[in-house]
């Protein structure tokens, strides 16, 4: 059984860093890409960032790029996501995710992530 948890959301200040933390549990979890969604109130869940499972290729939307850093340790079984120059718009809650279809390019689709952890929330001020 797979578990995801979350950690490291709070509330912060236009401007400043966060840096959250999920947790796995799974037997497979250096073999699975993982990834971080988020969802702000009333919209879908977006993509956020993607690693794959030994670290050496990672994805990043857009609206992140430059801004946030996403790694992993695999000993630890821990993803990690830097989140620096926060913006108000970057509040949401904030969803760690597995992959663990084989083989496969790491995807910034929802659909393509079989695991998801309970989200942390993230709140910016202006």
């Known amino acids: 059984q797979v578990r995801l948890v979350e950690s490291g959301g709070g509330l912060v200040r236009a401007g400043d860093s966060l840096r959250l933390s999920c947790a796995a549990s799974?037997?497979?979890?250096?073999?699975?890409?993982m990834g971080w969604f988020r969802q702000a109130p009333g919209k879908e869940r977006q993509f956020v960032a993607a690693v794959g499972h030994d670290g050496s290729r990672t994805l990043y939307a857009d609206f992140v790029k430059g801004r946030f850093t996403i790694s992993r340790d695999n000993p630890q079984k821990m993803v990690y996501l830097q989140m620096n120059s926060l913006k108000p718009e970057d509040t949401a809650v904030y969803y760690c995710?597995?992959?663990?279809?084989?083989?496969?390019?790491?995807?910034?689709?929802?659909?393509?992530?079989?695991?998801w952890g309970q989200g942390t929330q993230v709140t910016v001020s202006s």
């Open positions: 995710a597995e992959d663990q279809t084989w083989g496969v390019e790491v995807s910034t689709r929802t659909s393509a992530y079989d695991y």
């Open positions: 799974g037997r497979t979890f250096g073999t699975d890409h």
